[in-house]
Nanobody
Framework: QVQLVESGGGTVQAGGSLRLSCAASGRTFSVETMGWFRQAPGKEREFVASIMASDRKAYGIQYADSLKGRFVISAGNAKNTIYLQMNSLKVEDTAVYYC??????????WGQGTQVNVSL
């Protein structure tokens, strides 16, 4: 099984930045499609960004259109690690951010989430 563990959440002032990390452990593949989602209270979980990650290069990066230019997804030097650099944060970015792994066409594995609070 695959376990995904997010870290890096916290509280930041509007306009500030945070970088989230996601480490995958257990049974993983050499190439993984991984991504970030977020869910605010009372709202649907929404797609943030995804990346086809390996231990060498990143391919197929995608972003939610509304977040493109502010958020950057990347693959770490370590295997099975991705990041989400969040810049120019807005209050409406407040949410629980989840790391996920895609298997086939489905997002089949999810982390526990990390809380991001953006204050005024």
């Amino acid at each position: 099984q695959v376990q995904l563990v997010e870290s890096g959440g916290g509280t930041v002032q509007a306009g500030g930045s945070l970088r989230l990390s996601c480490a995958a452990s257990g049974r993983t593949f050499s190439v993984e499609t991984m991504g970030w989602f977020r869910q605010a209270p009372g709202k649907e979980r929404e797609f943030v960004a995804s990346i086809m990650a390996s231990d060498r290069k990143a391919y197929g990066i995608q972003y939610a259109d509304s977040l493109k230019g502010r958020f950057v997804i990347s693959a770490g030097n370590a295997k099975n690690t991705i990041y989400l650099q969040m810049n120019s944060l807005k209050v409406e970015d407040t949410a629980v951010y989840y790391c996920a792994r895609k298997y086939g066409s489905a997002w089949s594995h999810w982390g526990q989430g990390t809380q991001v609070n953006v204050s005024l």
